[in-house]
């Protein structure tokens, strides 16, 4: 079949603040839309109308950026990180893919999720789609610790998500638990993004691994701003269908945090609750009153903190960085 040529994929550029932080990579940021478009071609004309329903692209593109931004930091960009960012977004958009099917999500940034278009065959067949793509790219790189930190990356996100489905329903976890779970997850592609730009870079050791210290961190703060927005935000304005976590009985912080504060009694009670339908506003309100939602922004704001003090230097790219980091602490 002839090579049907992929649309534009509704790619915008982030809005508001994040635009501002990623002015110094903006028109970089452009090309790894770009390449994106490109790695999402194939030769079947019915295989690439599914890809054109993919989001890689549409979203604010917060992982290339700091990519990108990490690059600037170390240097000069050069087209090694722009093919970088492109395979970390691949990376990222497979998982939401597969997340989707997951969580049974209906939206993601304002659209109907591939599954819910497409189905869940379809939507998993294109998350590995994706990740082939990716791990093809790293393979030209010609840059041979690429492709390894890429693979062993994708081996922990895979850990991080089986070891949270384990321990769904398991409210005997604690905050090391979970912590270790969402840096499988989430944290270990914001640390492989960063770690691989300042290699690409050929920065010395050090600062290497400062960046990758960014990029966990970051990471976790993302990771649990995201999980209390998933209690408290509003599905329009967030883009994607939020209380999937209280649903699917995933012990996430704020519910974490919550048991802990509580007696026998009262937590046998408010296990007895969490078995059953807790309506969102019922929630919300048992953990502003237990301190959780409070407690639980304090931890991310102390992640995002880190992660803005773990780089070295003043300059533009590196105040960008901080300044993500800080915002990305604020956000719920």
């Known amino acids: 079949m002839p090579i049907r040529k992929i649309s534009s994929l509704g790619m915008g550029k ?11 990579v903006a028109e970089e940021l452009q090309q790894v839309r770009n390449r994106l ?7 079947y004309n019915s295989v690439n109308q599914q890809i054109e329903t993919i989001s890689a692209g ?4 917060l992982r290339p950026a700091l990519v990108l931004l990490s690059g600037l930091a170390c240097g000069k960009l050069r087209p090694e990180h722009i093919e970088v960012a ?18 049974h999500a209906r939206t993601r940034r304002n659209q109907p999720t591939v599954n819910c278009l497409w189905g869940n065959t379809a939507a998993v067949l294109l998350g590995d789609f994706l990740l082939s793509r990716a791990f093809l ?3 030209e790189l010609n840059l041979p610790v690429a492709a390894k930190i890429l693979s062993q990356t994708a081996q ?42 300042a290699i690409v870079s050929e920065a010395d050791p050090p600062t290497t691994e400062s960046f990758a210290r960014y990029g966990r ?18 599905d329009k304005k967030i883009g994607k269908t939020l209380g999937t976590d209280a649903a699917q009985k995933k012990p996430t912080l704020p519910l974490i945090h919550c048991l802990g504060r509580q007696n026998i009694n009262q937590r046998k009670i408010l296990l007895e609750t969490f078995s059953g339908e807790l309506e969102p506003e019922k929630l919300v309100q048992l953990l502003n009153d237990s301190g959780s939602l409070d407690y639980v922004r304090g931890v991310a704001k102390h992640f995002a903190a880190e992660a ?8 533009a790219a590196v105040e960008s960085l901080r300044k993500i980091a800080l915002a990305v602490g604020n956000r719920a």
């Open 14 to 24: 982030p809005a508001g603040q994040m635009a501002e932080f990623f002015a110094p």
């Open 37 to 43: 478009r490109e790695h999402l071609i194939t030769s």
């Open 58 to 61: 549409r979203g604010k593109m």
């Open 86 to 103: 492109a395979i970390v977004e691949l990376v990222h958009t497979a998982t939401l893919l597969h997340d989707d099917v997951i969580d």
């Open 137 to 139: 790219a790293s393979e």
């Open 156 to 197: 922990q996100i895979c850990q991080g998500e089986l070891l949270q489905n384990l321990r769904r329903a398991d409210w005997t976890m604690g905050q090391d638990d979970y912590t270790e779970i969402i840096e499988a997850k989430t944290a270990v592609l914001f640390s492989a993004a960063c770690r691989l730009s």
């Open 217 to 234: 961190s970051f990471g976790l703060a993302f990771q649990i701003t995201d999980d209390i927005l998933d209690i408290t935000g509003d």
């Open 308 to 315: 803005a003090a773990s780089l070295p230097g003043q300059t």
